[in-house]
């Protein structure tokens, strides 16, 4: 059974903890495992570091919320758990609710007048070019990510 790390801002909701344990059974219903960042019981930074790190080691899969979360970027944890799943030759998926390309979003320069990346992306290219982005919630996820794995060219 193949073990799919459930990345995201989840984590700080008031609910993490019922929320995890839905996407867990969501997994189980598709024929996954899922891997919540809170399975394990932790109390200081390093803890919370090493133990999500040796479970994104053990997983074959990321699934990563990368809604926009306090301001129009993804969350920062999340954005390194791909990156760290990418070195280690995981599957990355993402999963937004808006896929609109960043300049639609921003145009071409925010703010603060720093230049919009034009790629076509709704996330940095670091992080859309190594993941398959799902437009939709969790679940559209996971249902692309079970078709994916019952069908080897998609």
């Given at each position: 059974m193949k073990k799919i790390y459930l990345a995201g801002f989840d984590v700080f909701s008031p609910d993490s903890l019922s929320i995890g344990a839905y996407m867990k059974k969501l997994c189980a219903s598709y024929g996954f495992e899922g891997l919540?960042?809170?399975d394990n019981e932790c109390h200081t930074a390093e803890e919370i570091f090493m133990s999500n790190t040796a479970m994104i080691r053990s997983c074959?899969?990321?699934?990563a919320n990368m809604n926009r979360f306090r301001?129009?970027?993804?969350?920062?944890?999340?954005?390194f758990?791909?990156?760290?799943?990418?070195?280690?030759?995981?599957?990355?998926y993402c999963y937004m609710e808006d896929t609109s390309p960043m300049t639609k979003l921003l145009g071409s320069q925010?703010?603060?007048g720093y230049y919009?990346?034009?790629?076509?992306?709704p996330l940095n290219l670091m992080l859309s070019v190594p993941s398959i982005v799902i437009k939709g919630g969790f679940e559209d996820c996971l249902s692309y990510i079970a078709l994916s794995a019952s069908d080897p060219d998609k």
């Open positions: 919540f960042p809170l074959d899969i990321i699934a301001g129009f970027e993804p969350d920062s944890g999340t954005a758990e791909l990156g760290f799943g990418y070195s280690l030759g995981k599957d990355l925010d703010s603060n919009v990346e034009d790629f076509g992306n």
